[in-house]
């Protein structure tokens, strides 16, 4: 018997920015949509803190894409800036390396072209064959790939004409594809360094993912007025507008499963949600957390997916401004291969540590007291299993000094008797709060057999209305990818369940 879409009961768990996306596109298809968040707040890794004055947000800092987010508030009939108030950040990103080099990006064309050409002399050609280049990819992949739900990878494939296939350089990698057009370390390390956030070095990950670097650089780099918070902030007023009902400091503790087939959710406090007839569950949950901890038992042969790295990452409310460093500056080691290999091979925080600063009251003076700075660093790190000594005091006060003493050598210097407030996530942190798989920070790696059909789609092929929503399942990783994962996790709702 076919639910009517009216009656139909979702219930998703999590309200990450996937969670809500979803949730979002369900409700205007029509279902009655519950969002259960075990935190106080919504957001997910999106999140904030608030101390003395100072705002800091949680995880994601670079907010680019901005037309994915305007098109889930047109999807509602609505504006997006009358919800977000976004400021363009430019120059966007700054490298600095400890030879001095300092590389600062922009969305300016002809600043980028000088940019280019002083750091690497003759760079101009090589700079606009990269971004046409990149342009064609960026447009194929979202239009004919990432936009989609396909499970067969014939048929994925198969939206591209054969000479299109080859242009995506998937079989090269992302290092190597650089190096088409950039001949100097400089330009290649720094458009490669985003290779970490998908779980791989740019010497093994696609070619294709020149389009990260590329997207930045043609739709520009974003902070919300309030930090990413703003963004959250925003979305999660419209899904209210819309009617989804969102409850927070409600940790679901299990899925129940009956025959196959999802009957509901346990709360940790013992309760019981039921879906109903022709209901379904979404879990914007970390796809193996669920299978392994929601769901559990696990199944015998769940072998959870390969994942991106770890971070510790720290939260200081710096007295005064913190001069030579702007919104966000990404530091490379030396020896940009050893670093990657030590991270992902060899399992250890790499000794010459790749780490990104973000100084978001750079951009909005309001996010700290008047004259102060709030101060977020990133540093990858193993994963729980690989390294368990992360959440230890010793490993957090070394990596802290390692951290402190380079800006200090790059002359940006913070007295630790600066820093007023001082928070720290560890990857064990990570996992608890958000119950990210292993203490990986951007869910599972984009290895070339972990996308588009090869990746965990965002259904159960075991329990019948079960799916999945967030970095882990499609599309992928990054606030963008999870608010289009939102809009593809709901078609397939809407398509799977009669
Ligand atoms: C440190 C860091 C920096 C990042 N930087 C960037 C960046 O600059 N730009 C960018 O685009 N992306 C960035 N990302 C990635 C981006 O944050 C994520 O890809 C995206 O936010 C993940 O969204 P999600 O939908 O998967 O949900 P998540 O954020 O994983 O949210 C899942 C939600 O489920 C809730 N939950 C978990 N278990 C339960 C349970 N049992 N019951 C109820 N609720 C539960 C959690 O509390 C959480 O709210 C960063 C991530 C991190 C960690």
């Not at 670079?62 to 997006?80: C, I, Q």
């Not at 670097?213 to 919300?224: M, T």
């Not at 290999?341 to 909005?364: G, H, M, Q, R, W």
Request: glycine share 10%; charged share 25%.
């Amino acid at each position: 018997m076919k639910t009517d879409i009216k009656q139909r009961e979702v219930i998703i768990i999590g309200g990450g920015l996937g969670g809500l996306s979803a949730g979002i596109h369900l409700r205007l298809a029509g279902c009655r949509v519950t969002i259960l968040e075990a935190n106080e707040l919504v957001g997910g890794r999106a999140n904030r803190i608030t101390e003395q004055g100072f705002t800091f947000d949680t995880g994601p800092s670079l907010l680019n894409y901005p037309w994915v987010f305007e098109d889930l508030f047109s999807a509602a009939g609505k504006r997006f800036t009358d919800y977000v108030e976004p400021i363009a950040v430019d120059p966007s990103v700054s490298f600095q390396w400890r030879d001095g080099t300092r590389f600062n990006l922009s969305s300016n064309l002809q600043s980028l072209l000088a940019e280019c050409e002083r750091i690497e002399p003759g760079s101009r050609p090589g700079l606009l064959a990269f971004l046409h280049d990149a342009s064609i990819k960026y447009r194929m992949s979202f239009e004919k790939l990432v936009n989609r739900n396909e499970d067969n990878p014939l048929k994925w494939f198969s939206a591209l004409a054969p000479g299109e296939i080859s242009r995506l350089s998937i079989w090269r990698s992302l290092d190597s594809e650089l190096g088409r057009f950039f001949k100097k370390r400089y330009i290649r390390e720094a458009f490669g360094s985003y290779g970490m956030y998908l779980g791989g070095s740019p010497y093994d990950l696609p070619g294709l993912f020149s389009i990260l670097a590329y997207g930045e650089l043609a739709y520009g780099l974003w902070l919300p007025k309030g930090g990413i918070y703003g963004l959250v902030e925003g979305i999660e007023r419209l899904a209210r507008e819309l009617g989804v009902e969102i409850r927070t400091s409600h940790r679901v503790a299990r899925i129940v499963v009956e025959q196959r087939r999802v009957k509901g959710v346990e709360l940790q406090d013992g309760g019981f949600i039921p879906v109903g007839q022709g209901g379904v569950v979404v879990s914007n949950v970390d796809v193996p957390t669920t299978e392994t901890e929601l769901l559990a038992p696990a199944p015998a042969r769940y072998s959870a997916p390969r994942m991106t790295p770890g971070v510790m990452t720290f939260y200081w409310g710096v007295r005064g401004k913190v001069e030579g460093i702007g919104h966000h500056t990404i530091f490379l080691p030396d020896d940009f291969r050893r670093a990657f290999n030590e991270l992902l091979t060899e399992k250890k925080i790499p000794e010459d540590l790749p780490f990104y600063v973000s100084v978001a009251s750079e951009t909005d003076p309001d996010l700290a007291p008047p004259g102060d700075s709030t101060v977020f660093v990133l540093v990858p790190t193993p994963l729980l299993s690989e390294m368990p000594e992360l959440g230890k005091v010793q490993t957090v006060d070394k990596v802290r000094r390692v951290v402190l003493d380079r800006l200090s050598a790059e002359r940006i210097v913070i007295d630790p008797s600066q820093i007023a407030v001082e928070r720290v996530l560890t990857p064990e942190d990570w996992r608890r709060r958000f119950g990210l798989y292993d203490g990986s920070a951007f869910g599972s790696a984009h290895t070339l057999f972990q996308v588009g059909p090869f990746r965990s789609p965002n259904f159960s092929r075991r329990v019948e209305g079960l799916f999945f929503v967030g970095a882990s399942t499609t599309p992928g990783t990054g606030m963008p990818m999870v608010v289009l994962g939102g809009k593809l996790t709901a078609e397939r709702v809407l398509e799977r369940v009669r």
